[in-house]
């Protein structure tokens, strides 16, 4: 009997399990707990028992029903608030926790250095403040060299003497060269250069990097070709801002050299790069340019997307973006790095970061990357 | 620069319409940036490449290249001038120059009878068109020639020199005063021209008042010179006169051209304003530069550009070029390059050359081959990554700021001692780099509250100190961000902080950094956070950073009322600590046992007091606990409610309920005793 009934309740509570609408319910209800129900049933054959013996079953079936008319009333209710719930209405938003946002130019960087990075060039990185040696002297600008007017420094006054560990090793720098600069009649201080200390020597002020080509020198001192490096970098400028010019931006440099390592390299690397980076093929130019580091030194541009060339705000009416500029690295420069010269040949090129990411999301101001305005920041 | 279309055409056969010949400079020479029509003529805005402007900042120079470009013939400017048998150059006296090398060339002519007067409307147009301002025939004659030929000229008038022309250096303190009405004060740097009563010209840059010519004028001495460019180029810096003549002189002139420029100016000053031409000229040319040939070979060219050119089409490009070329052997030159292109001194010069009139486009576009194996990758650039995403993950947005703080900023954060300053600084507001990326964060918090409440920003950028070895300053990477709410209450506000912290805890979590922990702040105080109200961040012994509160001084400083939570780490540290990889935990064999812990404490009781006391009195078998309710109680202020889940496992058995009981009362008398706790 005792075995009978534990039975039934387990059954009992199987089915309630699997019930899952209020019809269903109902008939659980009559089928267990009902006038004709199984527990009804149970209480019915225990006439045929000992007084005793129907006394201690009925006590428990008695047990047994109060926990199942509990279940019952439980299982009601639960019921009730899934039918509730079944009226949601999902146009609600959903619930999810806030996530916070990557920098579009962190993304666009980490596309760029994908890119690369799949066509087997190493991701390298160098320091923010330079001495004079590495940004221009290594370059192939010398102190007075008109090109250095290609770019606008940002000094940094320095209080003791820089040791430039590259002097030692170049043979192009000349250590024992002092300049007898005196900065005079220049009332707004535009172009106010340190002046030298008779303890420095040229090429040993500090600045903050005009540009990423800053670092090839000292990479070249410390590798061995055959390699191919980019070398993405937050780069400044003595420049006024607009919508277009930042005084602090971000600069990607490509350095590759071999032994046989041509301007046809070049184009067939910055073709595949493009390509994957605007996820089409798109229309490239190469046109002499100039940089004192490079010789032969190119301009690349693409055909504008905005306007299919048709001239345009964004193209400036020509048709053309320009990209960056390029070039094969000079000789001297490979001199300054230590290696024997007309032994290797490679290519060097320097692009903006906020060009592309620009391009891509369609930005139009060039001051929102370092507005710290989260309207900006969260849309990406 | 700008140039007269019709005036190049002049030059150049068979010229274009000015949309082609834009097109043509653009791609094999240097950007035209624009055409604007001007009546008949079209102006030309070109960016001639820096190391192209000795012999393409002028007319002739560039009707030159644009006849390259076309493979047509060039035709220069007739220079034929009549000079007067009576009237000898040696009635002139010679000029000196100053030992220095400073100055290579001075040519100097010598004219009479002249009578100034304005202009001509074709001379006078010609000068507007390209944005100079016609003055008088002789100044407009001379500045004509120079857009013309690209030589600087200067007119003296010839009664106001006394004396012998010298070009020598200026004395300390000697004073000039320029045509401009402007007074100089010299020194032995800056190259004057002078006579015996001082200075009378800034050599290469601005004439002098006291010789200038005026409607007065009879006699002319027209000086033609070469300087070197270095020295101009200081010398127009330093007094701010950027004139036409100092920017041709500083990037260099062909010293060929003085003799040719001043037949042309006579020719021209004597159609223009009459007077006679002195017969001869002072030339003084001490050392006639001299081209050295080039080493010129086609197997370079084809390596370096990645083309084939044949040895006849190179060939015949150096023939286009005027290049006088000698055949050394099979595909080896020897190429002399005439004076006006002192930019081609090594072979790579003639590649360029070679290549670019080939046409750059033509080069072909072909993939490297090369070794498979790819160069080392920074795992610390990885790591970065990672870390943005994790921070990203937990609500953080990344912004980028400007480097730059002011001393009142860097007051507050107690770092002015150690920052480094900028001579030239963009904003002078702002002259020093950030030792610390607190105050642009600062100053992002304010700016977001104006339309956000709740501002959780972080940043990844370098910082700069002063340093104290051989390199002057320590430059580092810094990941730093903050946690605000605007107008929140209290309790928000405090939370500030514990998302900081989360925010760490989590980064050490995601990186399977066990033993990060947080330590109360050592004595020594940080000006720019709250006392008592920070911790140091720690992996092991090690300190990798500090959350906490701003102080509320710099919060002032920004405008800011509330409460800005903020942290600060060492990435390259973090990085390095967290390279071990986490190991695996087996899953437990024998189950646990949950027993919740509620109780009243005073106030001032830190969990971390509780929670030391459940480990150290419950020992081994405490494999967890949990704080899942905390509150102040209604109406008091001197106790807390505190309610913890404890989870009891034994690693090697299935622990009793007896045994937990007994450990959950040694626990609460443990809480009783030490702390005062009321067990509910």
Redesign the interface.
């Known amino acids: 009997m005792e075995e009978k009934l534990k039975h039934l309740g387990e059954q009992a509570r199987a089915d309630l399990q699997v019930v899952g609408r209020a019809s269903d319910l109902e008939a659980w209800r009559v089928k267990y707990l009902g006038r004709q129900g199984a527990l009804a049933k149970f209480t019915a054959g225990l006439g045929t028992l000992a007084e005793a013996e129907r006394r201690k079953n009925g006590q428990k079936v008695n047990e047994l029903k109060a926990r199942l008319v509990e279940s019952f009333e439980e299982a009601k209710r639960s019921l009730v608030q899934e039918r509730a719930v079944h009226r949601f209405d999902l146009t609600q938003p959903g619930k999810r926790s806030a996530r916070g946002h990557l920098h579009p130019l962190t993304k666009m960087r980490s596309e760029i250095e994908h890119i690369f990075e799949t066509m087997g060039f190493a991701v390298a990185d160098g320091p923010e403040v330079v001495s004079e040696y590495d940004n221009f002297d290594s370059l192939n600008m010398p102190p007075d060299h008109p090109a250095r007017e290609m770019w606008d420094t940002v000094w940094v006054r320095s209080a003791q003497t820089v040791l430039s560990d590259l002097l030692e090793a170049s043979r192009l720098a000349k250590p024992n060269e002092r300049s007898n600069q005196t900065v005079q009649s220049d009332p707004a201080n535009r172009q106010a250069k340190p002046e030298l200390r008779s303890t420095q020597t040229v090429g040993e002020r500090l600045l903050l990097r005009a540009h990423t080509s800053a670092f090839q020198v000292r990479y070249m001192q410390a590798h061995t070709p055959p390699f191919r490096i980019i070398i993405p970098g937050r780069v400044f400028r003595y420049e006024a801002t607009d919508a277009t010019h930042e005084t602090q931006f971000y600069q990607v440099e490509g350095l590759m050299v071999g032994r046989d390592v041509s301007a046809a390299n070049f184009r067939g690397v910055m073709h595949e790069f493009f390509r994957r980076l605007f996820r089409k093929e798109v229309k490239l130019r190469l046109r002499p340019g100039y940089f004192p580091f490079t010789e032969p030194s190119f301009e690349m541009d693409m055909a504008c997307l905005a306007c299919g060339q048709k001239g345009c705000v964004v193209c400036k009416q020509s048709g053309w973006i320009e990209l960056m500029g390029a070039g094969m690295v000079h000789q001297n420069v490979f001199a300054a790095a230590g290696y024997v010269r007309g032994e290797w040949q490679g290519f060097a090129f320097g692009m903006s970061l906020e060009r592309p990411t620009m391009m891509r999301y369609g930005i139009n101001d060039i001051r929102l990357f370092h507005s710290g305005d989260l309207r900006f920041l969260r849309q990406f | 620069m700008k140039f007269s279309y019709d005036w190049i055409r002049e030059y150049a056969e068979g010229a274009p319409t000015p949309a082609k010949a834009a097109e043509l400079l ?6 035209v940036k624009s055409v604007e029509q001007r009546g008949k003529d079209a102006v030309f805005d070109v960016d001639v ?5 000795a012999d393409a900042l002028s007319h002739v120079g560039i009707a030159r290249e644009l006849a390259l470009l076309l493979a047509k013939s060039f035709t220069p400017p007739s220079v034929r001038v009549n000079e007067s048998r009576s009237f000898p150059i040696a009635d002139v006296p010679m000029p000196k120059i100053a030992d220095d090398g400073l100055c290579p060339r001075y040519s100097l002519r010598a004219m009479r009878g002249v009578r100034v007067a304005p202009s001509p409307a074709w001379l006078t147009q010609r000068l507007e068109t390209l944005g100079l301002r016609p003055i008088n025939n002789v100044v407009d004659a001379a500045n004509y020639v120079m857009l013309e030929l690209g030589q600087p000229l200067h007119a003296f008038d010839a009664a106001k020199v006394r004396g012998p022309i010298q070009v020598r250096r200026a004395k300390s303190g000697e004073r000039f005063m320029t045509l401009d009405n402007q007074t ?2 010299l ?1 032995p ?1 800056a190259l004057v021209i002078a006579d015996s009563s001082g200075a009378i010209g800034l050599a290469g840059i601005k004439g002098g008042l006291s010789t200038g010519v005026d409607e007065t004028t009879t006699g002319l001495l027209i000086e033609a010179a070469n300087f070197q ?2 020295n101009i ?2 010398s127009s ?4 006169l950027r004139t036409d003549a100092a920017v041709r002189f ?2 260099g002139v062909d010293p060929t051209l003085t003799t040719m420029a001043l037949d042309r100016v006579a020719g021209l000053i004597r159609e223009l304003a009459q007077g006679e031409v002195a017969w001869g000229s002072h030339d003084l040319y001490p050392n006639p530069r001299e081209p050295q040939p080039i080493h010129f070979r086609l197997e370079r060219i084809n ?5 084939s050119l044949t040895e006849a089409q190179v060939f015949g490009f150096l023939e286009r070029l005027s290049f006088s070329v000698e055949r050394v052997k099979a595909g080896v030159w020897r190429v002399a390059v005439p004076t006006y292109r002192p930019d081609l001194v ?1 072979e ?2 003639l ?2 050359e070679v ?2 009139l080939n046409g ?2 033509r ?6 081959a ?9 795992e610390f ?1 990885q790591w970065i ?1 990672q870390v ?2 994790v ?13 730059y703080v002011s001393a009142a900023e860097l007051d507050l954060l107690g770092m002015r001692a150690e920052a ?7 904003n002078t507001e702002r002259p020093y ?1 950030a030792p610390s990326l607190l105050a ?2 600062m ?2 918090v304010a ?2 509250f104006r ?2 409440p709740a ?4 940043e990844f ?2 910082t ?1 100190r ?1 340093g104290a070895g ?4 320590d ?1 580092r990477w810094c990941l730093a961000g903050v946690v605000a709410y605007r107008h929140a209450p209290a309790r928000q506000r405090h939370d500030a902080v514990l998302e900081v912290k989360g925010l760490v805890e989590g980064v050490m979590e995601a990186f399977g950094v066990d033993d990060a922990w947080f330590d109360d702040a050592p004595a020594s105080s940080t000006a720019y956070l709250a006392a008592g109200r920070w911790v140091e961040v720690k992996v092991g012994e090690r300190v990798v950073g500090k959350i906490g509160e701003v102080a509320v001084e710099v919060a002032k400083h920004y405008g800011l009322a509330d409460l800005v939570a903020f942290f600060e780490l060492d990435p390259a540290l973090l990085e390095e600590l967290t390279e071990a990889e986490r190991e695996f935990e087996p899953l437990p064999k024998y189950p646990a046992l949950v027993r919740d812990i509620s109780m009243f404490v005073p106030a001032d009781t830190r969990i971390a007091d509780i929670e030391n006391v459940i480990s150290t009195a419950g020992g081994e078998l405490v494999e967890d606990m949990d704080l899942f309710d905390m509150y102040e109680p209604e109406g008091s202020e001197e106790r807390r409610s505190v309610a913890f889940h404890i989870v009891y496992r034994a690693k090697d058995r299935t622990l009793s309920e007896k045994e937990i009981d007994t450990l959950h009362k040694k626990i609460c008398k443990a809480l009783e005793t030490e702390l005062s706790a009321e067990i509910r």
């Not at chain 2, 390596?303 to 083309?307: F, K, N, V």
């Not at chain 2, 080069?363 to 490297?368: E, K, L, N, Y």
């Not at chain 2, 090369?370 to 920074?378: D, G, Q, V």
């Not at chain 2, 480094?420 to 963009?426: F, G, I, Q, R, S």
Request: charged fraction near 25%; glycine fraction near 4%; charge should be negative.
């Open positions: 653009t791609t094999h020479a240097f950007e490449l820096a190391n192209r402007a100089l004060e020194d740097d460019p270095a180029r200081r810096v330093r007094f701010n500083s990037r390596s370096l550009l990645g083309t090594a790579e010069d590649i360029e290549g670019r750059f486009e080069i072909p576009v072909v993939a490297p090369t070794s498979i194996m790819p160069t080392e990758s920074s650039r990554g943005k995403q921070m990203a993950g937990f609500g953080f947005t990344e912004a980028y700021n400007y480097a480094l300053e900028l001579m030239n600084p963009v780099l642009r964060l100053q992002n700016d977001n339309f956000f501002v959780k920003l972080f950028a370098k700069f002063q051989v390199w002057p300053l430059e």
